[in-house]
């Protein structure tokens, strides 16, 4: 093709003119509010919020681990849906072979997540 | 890909495709506007209150007022902060919900076989702003990107309020995000492309995906969306009594305006996803001797809006109805029902495909496999539960009430 854009780059041009309007009209909204709304600075303004309370102790403070353990569960699933899309749209070539194939793969994943399970891991406590 | 730009790009094709992203960005921001007075007004009729009626006939502005208002409100920003994260929060956060839409087609005839190619000025287009052949890949990719606005949002507010709304949100979010893509995945078993525009197609003469893949897949989308949305009952991220506004806690101003744009044009843009994966998108019956805008622009539009405002109703009423989760019971109800659920469903499916390909009879092969995904998820269960037997006797009782607890 003699056209200088590649078919990927034609494929999101307009994404990448819609993204630029979209940072644009952000960009403008948070200026036109800087242009008009006041500015009475007072310290007590700027405290973090506690229910009118002051602020004790460190504001990054730890968090439960257990969030995290979901998030690499997901890391799990989100690379089954990465070799599960591309092998759905196709799945007429595969056929048959295809279908064992993949059931061998989920189970194999859901084994992990079975896994996880008989752990406790989905505990929440 | 859309076919306006496969040829050559000249000044007519740009021109076109900025009127197109135009017409798509502001029809998104009338429409968001639309469906919070539609929220508040629904949600008010349901608790029997009258709702927002002083602004415009029927309290329709009250959206743009409150916008007004926020503009002159003093911008605060917390002095434990991180300036430049707090700063760059509600882009990351509104950006993306914007660059959903581009690829959801509203418009064009679908019936007896045709692609939904317009002709518009004399150039072949989609009525979508961009076609890209990975479409829902791209949903979902940016669905995955707003993660980042609410929990950086959080994190970066130094305050702790917000830091664990950050925290909850982003949990929740991947957690559903898996039995989203899980759901999806049926949809492209019977599309067999990605592109939205294919997706749309494959589903004209009424074989919509929502029977084709027999509900389980639609219900567990329409769960895990609301999830992903972090609306009511999983707005858990924001529960008011516990988390006081949750993420945005310290944005004040036209920054918690745009956290709260970004909300509700979620909501649109998800509706929207759901009408084009699984009720067909704007196809519908389209007589073949209405005249050509009539078949391509006027009947479709109105299929499509007439099915989003189905679901925007549904999400406003789940509102209304539904008490809200505990945390244990909304990563419960996600890992251990809708993510087992929709693989087995998924399996069950596939199937189902594979014996329609190969000229086999699909009902036999879906008993078969229906069959064998229950045995196999029985002995699963049994082993878990062996398991939860285990781990609850080896608990001493003396432990729960000391600190080993």
């Known amino acids: 093709m003699s056209n200088p854009l590649s078919a990927f780059l034609r494929d999101y041009l307009t994404v990448g003119i819609f993204a630029s309007l979209a940072f644009v009209l952000v960009g403008l909204l948070l200026f036109i509010s800087w242009l008009v709304r006041p500015d009475r600075r007072q310290a007590q303004k700027y405290i973090a919020y506690e229910s009118g309370v002051d602020p004790v102790g460190d504001m990054w403070s730890q968090s439960q681990v257990r969030y995290y353990i979901f998030a690499l569960l997901f890391v799990m699933f989100d690379v089954e849906a990465v070799f599960i899309f591309p092998w759905a749209t196709q799945l007429e070539v595969f056929g048959f072979f295809g279908l064992i194939e993949m059931t061998i793969f989920i189970v194999i994943l859901l084994l992990g997540l079975v896994y996880a399970w008989r752990k406790g891991v989905l505990r929440w406590v | ?405």
Not at chain 2, 210 to 219: A, D, Q, R, S
Request: glycine share 10%.
């Open chain 2, 1 to 405: 890909m859309d076919p306006l730009l496969s040829g050559g790009i000249g000044l007519s094709e740009i021109l076109i495709v900025l009127l197109k992203v135009v017409v798509a960005f502001a029809g998104l921001m009338v429409g968001v506007m639309a469906m919070v007075w539609f929220e508040r007004k629904l949600v008010a009729d349901m608790q029997n209150r009258i709702g927002p009626n002083r602004a415009g006939p029927f309290g329709i502005l009250q959206t743009l007022a409150d916008g007004i208002k926020l503009f002159f409100k003093e911008d605060l920003q917390p002095e434990r902060s991180d300036p430049f994260v707090f700063k760059l929060a509600p882009y990351l956060a509104l950006v993306p919900a914007f660059l959903v839409f581009t690829v959801i087609p509203i418009a064009g005839n679908f019936s007896d076989g045709q692609d939904g190619v317009v002709t518009l000025f004399g150039h072949e287009t989609l009525m979508q702003v961009a076609d890209p052949q990975m479409g829902i890949l791209f949903v979902l990719a940016m669905s995955s990107v707003a993660v980042y606005g609410v929990m950086l949002a959080g994190w970066s507010s130094g305050s702790k309020y917000p830091l664990l709304g950050s925290v909850r949100a982003s949990a929740q979010m991947v957690s559903y995000e898996a039995a989203l893509g899980l759901s999806v995945a049926t949809v492209l078993l019977f599309a067999g492309t990605l592109s939205t525009n294919g997706i749309v197609a494959s589903q004209a003469g009424w074989r919509w995906n929502i029977w084709m893949t027999l509900l389980v897949p639609f219900v567990v989308f329409v769960i895990a969306a609301t999830a992903e949305l972090n609306r009511p009952p999983f707005d858990l991220v924001e529960a008011e009594q516990e988390l006081v506004g949750g993420f945005h806690t310290e944005y004040s101003s036209i920054r918690f305006a745009l956290f709260f744009l970004a909300e509700f044009m979620n909501t649109v843009t998800m509706s929207a996803v759901i009408v084009t994966l699984f009720l067909g998108g704007p196809s519908g019956p389209i007589p073949s001797g209405a005249p050509g805008w009539v078949q391509d622009f006027l009947l479709p539009l109105i299929y499509f809006f007439a099915k989003l405002l189905v679901f925007l109703f549904v999400f406003v009423w789940f509102r209304a109805t539904l008490p809200r989760f505990r945390y244990d019971q909304l990563m419960d109800l996600g890992w251990k029902f809708l993510i087992p659920l929709a693989l087995g469903w998924f399996l069950i499916l596939t199937a189902i495909k594979v014996a329609r390909d190969q000229g086999w009879n699909p009902v036999v092969a879906g008993a078969v496999a229906a069959l064998a995904v229950v045995v196999g998820g029985l002995l699963l269960r049994s082993s878990i539960r062996a398991a939860e037997d285990k781990d609850f006797d080896a608990v001493d009782p003396a432990d729960l009430d000391g600190a080993g607890a």
